[in-house]
């Protein structure tokens, strides 16, 4: 069962997954993928006022320095995961298709977008999906009670469920898993949930600035 410590690390979650079915219902209704492009902005700063609004209850990011070592893991990690983001593309690792992101007008790129885009990628959306995936989910599966719940002794069947369903959240769906378990582990073993973000936002701003340079805008 649910309890009130469920709650702002589910909310956030759920807000952030309800634009994307309000942008799929205005897409049925005949708005561009391009008129639409603003609707992310909308979306972070929901997001982001939820977390800011619960931050209080986020005892989980207290924060515990990592560690030289464990910080050059973290930023390892999210660098290898970008690599294999980028590369597990094949069409049998693909779920539907991807409109993307194009920050483009007539050819120009609209930079304030792509700062949106960035920032949103890689400084909310890892805080709000780590709370989400590795905080609550990763251990609630073992222990209702989850905040007393050690990660570190996260069962099998936990982290197949998070890490799969974390992968099929995602439209590169293997590429999904592979980080999930990525993160998974960074969070198991350093027992810090700032360990994933961290290795969750060097992904996600490596690779808007990949996808920036080389004009890969399906990859948002």
Not at 10 to 38: E, N
Not at 116 to 130: F, K, Q, T, Y
Not at 173 to 182: C, E, T
Request: aromatic share 16%.
């Amino acid at each position: 069962m649910f309890d009130r410590a469920a709650l702002p690390r589910v909310a956030p979650f759920l807000a952030y997954l309800s634009f994307i079915f309000i942008a799929d219902m205005l897409g049925r209704a005949g708005y561009a993928a391009h008129d639409l492009r603003w609707l992310y902005a909308v979306k972070i700063g929901v997001v982001l006022g939820m977390l800011l609004y619960w931050r209080r209850s986020y005892t989980e990011l207290a924060w515990v320095p990592l560690g030289a070592r464990a910080l050059a893991v973290a930023l390892a990690t999210g660098i290898v995961v970008f690599l294999l983001w980028i590369n597990l593309d094949a069409g049998w690792m693909t779920i539907g298709s991807a409109d993307g992101f194009d920050p483009r007008d007539d050819g120009r790129i609209e930079w304030t977008l792509v700062v949106l885009r960035i920032a949103g990628a890689a400084l909310v959306v890892p805080v709000m999906e780590e709370l989400f995936w590795r905080s609550f989910l990763l251990r609630w599966i073992d222990a209702p009670d989850f905040l007393r719940f050690n990660p570190r002794l996260a069962s099998a069947k936990a982290f197949v469920i998070t890490v799969v369903l974390f992968g099929f959240e995602h439209n590169l769906w293997l590429a999904g898993i592979v980080a999930g378990a990525a993160y998974s582990l960074l969070y198991m073993r350093s027992q810090s949930l700032w360990s994933p973000i961290l290795a969750h936002g060097v992904t996600n701003g490596v690779l808007g600035l990949w996808i920036v340079s080389g004009g890969h805008w399906t990859y948002w």
